[in-house]
């Protein structure tokens, strides 16, 4: 059975750091391309960034680019999100996503003062 289990969220003041982990099992996290994505209360899924599971070349979206990075442990089968200078919009559900749109729980990311 496949699961993915986010944590790392939490409340962060404008200009700080988080990183975000995804547990996952069931599957060999390495072998497949994994996405974070986001969702705002009142919107819709954002994409937020991919990493290839064949060469893992690394994607994100304008909005996270320079400040985002994803990165994977494969002795683990985790995924991570490191972000920094987080920003008020960034404020959002995390989730971690596999090819098959499987997704976790999430993980709560506030930025406010």
């Known amino acids: 059975e496949v699961q993915l289990v986010e944590s790392g969220g939490g409340l962060v003041q404008p200009g700080g750091s988080l990183r975000l982990s995804c547990a996952a099992s069931?599957?060999?996290?390495?072998?497949?391309?994994m996405n974070w994505v986001r969702q705002a209360p009142g919107k819709g899924p954002e994409w937020v960034s991919r990493i290839d599971g064949d060469g893992g070349n690394k994607f994100y979206s304008d909005s996270v680019k320079g400040r985002f990075t994803i990165s994977r442990d494969p002795a683990k089968n985790t995924l991570y999100l490191q972000m920094d200078d987080l920003r008020p919009e960034d404020t959002a559900v995390y989730y971690c996503?596999?090819?098959?749109?499987?997704r976790g729980q999430g993980t709560q990311v506030t930025v406010s003062k």
């Open positions: 996503q596999n090819a098959g749109g499987a």
């Open positions: 069931g599957f060999i996290l390495a072998m497949y391309d």
